[in-house]
């Protein structure tokens, strides 16, 4: 388990508060390099409400080819991606999970031969794991070019699926973490 329960920090100033219809943070950067190896991404979020569809972060070009994507869509955190055509696993989070006390959310993407493994995290706990067969980190964003992520709201020809909430210490790291180094 995580050093600190859901819930553990009421107010945190530094924390990016989003309001849920135009407020999001893009970074100006589509993370390629990144994804087109073994990756995770981890963040501290709490949502606001947990109702309807709510980017953590996402983008994607505008063939759709490439995808990067972490949402709540009312009930649990899902999480996929997608490169140069090939539909990875999509993850989920427990329904029982109240996501609108601080959790903290890791995936991680590692390439085994032809297929990828990814995991999800929530709280420390492992949450959800897939295999995806003949899919290629190393093609995401080869063919056409990648849209930036947001961070808060799906980023696509324009942002959508704005979050209500709070998102903090957003890290990608260019490995995929073990069970110990997310906990």
């Not at 539909?87 to 996501?99: A, C, E, I, K, P």
């Not at 063919?143 to 998102?167: D, F, K, P, Y």
Request: hydrophobic letters at 35%; proline letters at 2%.
């Amino acid at each position: 388990e995580g050093f600190f329960p859901p819930g553990a920090f009421e107010s945190n100033i530094y924390a990016l508060d989003l309001d849920g219809t135009n407020n999001y943070a893009h970074p100006n950067h589509t993370f390629q390099s990144l994804i087109r190896s073994d990756f995770s991404m981890s963040m501290w979020v709490k949502l606001a409400n947990e109702t309807g569809n709510q980017w953590l972060i996402g983008g994607d070009n505008a063939h759709f080819t490439d995808r990067f994507n972490l949402y709540h869509d009312s009930n649990k955190i899902v999480a996929y991606l997608k490169s140069n055509g090939v539909q990875g696993d999509f993850l989920y989070g427990s329904t029982s999970t109240t996501y609108t006390d601080w959790f903290h959310c890791v995936l991680t993407y590692t390439q085994n031969g032809t297929s990828v493994d990814n995991a999800l995290y929530i709280n420390g706990i492992q949450a959800d794991t897939g295999t995806t067969a003949n899919m290629s980190l190393a093609d995401y964003g080869t063919v056409r070019a990648t849209r930036n992520l947001a961070i808060g709201a799906l980023m696509s020809s324009s942002t959508s699926s704005h979050l209500e909430g709070q998102i903090d210490e957003v890290a990608f790291f260019n490995s995929a973490l073990t069970l110990p180094q997310v906990s």
